[in-house]
């Protein structure tokens, strides 16, 4: 598996058909093989106390990402206080991967602008979420890959001091950067 030092962290690159994607689509499938493998390639980054954010999923609740959040979490706690924030929240949404697929499938690239327009279905905190709670603390958003940055720019938006918790990075992700 290739990997990438990017903002001083390393993740793997994200290419179709390979091993990085055969876990990256274990995982979205919910299978356990999977979920652990990632989470413990991520744990080898997570080398302090924090707090980390799964990022939501297309169907408006952190699925997957909250599985292998809870999996880095029991991997660490005899050297980390983890502590998993489920504070994101979305509606509903045809997912990222569909809406892109979409776009190329009329034979066309995607532009700058047509990144920035893709939903994320109203990406928010949940309500009950006091962000003073993470003040001055380490928080990493975790998420499986990014593609175009756009989940992540938008995590950022509402939590700007926190950091990539990612698995992967597409290649697209740095053309287009």
Known sequence: MEKIKYE????????????????????????????????????????EDCFIIPIPQHSGKAEYTLETALKIKEMKKRKFNIEILDVLECDPHISLYDQKKAIKEKGKFLT?????????????????????????????????????GTTFKNCLSLIPDAKPLIFAISSFYFRNN
Do not use: P
């Open 112 to 148: 700058k602008d047509q990144i920035k327009n893709l939903d994320v279905g109203n990406l928010r905190l949940k309500k009950d979420f006091d962000k003073n709670t993470i003040e001055g603390k380490s928080v990493f958003f975790l998420d499986n890959v990014m593609t175009t």
């Open 8 to 47: 001083n962290r390393i993740f793997y690159v994200y290419e179709h058909n390979g091993k990085v994607a055969k876990i990256c689509h274990g995982v979205k499938d919910h299978k356990e093989k999977y979920i652990k493998k990632m989470a413990k390639l991520l744990s080898k980054t997570v080398n």
